[in-house]
T-cell receptor, first 113, second 110 residues
């Protein structure tokens, strides 16, 4: 069965650069969630979208923005990168706002040097 | 403030039951979740329980919720080496925020 796809899987950026992470949900899933997990840390919920509208907002810094497109894929844009942004970024998808039935992607590992 | 706490480590023998405990602070939580993260891998939503339930069973997994004490537990029956992972407890608060605990690292000894 098709799973959540995230690209790229690994990304290395320098401080103050920008990065764009992409998430392709499971076909027919209309809700996308973004999480950040720092090294040895618990995941932090960043933001979610349902039917291309922001549904929930968590600990997303102002330097980050995200959107969901008409094909339901989502992009997380990160600007003015800081060393502390180095983390695993997970995307999950669900059908409807059923975050209790989320399916996660493999994650994008962002390293900021 | 909102907080989710878990013990950080648990070690069990293969075939025994594992019980991972979690406490949370928001008495108005709507959902409580258990996530599994295997070494070097992504997150997996293992199971969840609605806040108006006391227990949920799903094959080898049993989730118990004590709302009065704000205590959640995950019992894994017949623990296998493949169950070795970090287990995160999370709550969805009354403000629709999802707060994760620090994770419990489960080691299964063959």
């Amino acid at each position: 069965a098709a799973g959540v796809i995230q690209s790229p899987r690994h990304l290395i950026k320098e401080k103050r650069e920008t990065a764009t992470l992409k998430c392709y949900p499971i076909p027919r899933h209309d809700t996308v969630y973004w999480y950040q997990q720092g090294p040895g840390q618990d995941p932090q919920f960043l933001i979610s979208f349902y039917e291309k509208m922001q549904s929930d907002k968590g600990s997303i810094p102002d330097r980050f923005s995200a959107q969901q497109f008409s094909d339901y894929h989502s992009e997380l844009n990160m600007s003015s990168l800081e060393l502390g942004d180095s983390a695993l970024y997970f995307c999950a998808s669900s059908l409807g706002l059923k975050d209790y039935e989320q399916y996660f992607g493999p994650g994008t590992r962002l390293t900021v040097t | 403030g909102e907080d989710v706490e878990q013990s950080l480590f648990l070690s069990v023998r293969e075939g025994d039951s594992s019980v991972i405990n979690c406490t949370y602070t928001d008495s108005s939580s709507t959902y409580l979740y258990w996530y599994k993260q295997e070494p070097g891998a992504g997150l997996q939503l293992l199971t969840y329980i609605f806040s108006n339930m006391d227990m949920k069973q799903d094959q080898r997994l049993t989730v118990l919720l004590n709302k009065k004490d704000k205590h959640l537990s995950l019992r894994i029956a017949d623990t296998q080496t493949g169950d070795s992972a970090i287990y995160f407890c999370a709550e969805k608060t009354s403000y629709d925020k999802v707060i994760f605990g620090p994770g419990t690292s489960l080691s299964v000894i063959p």
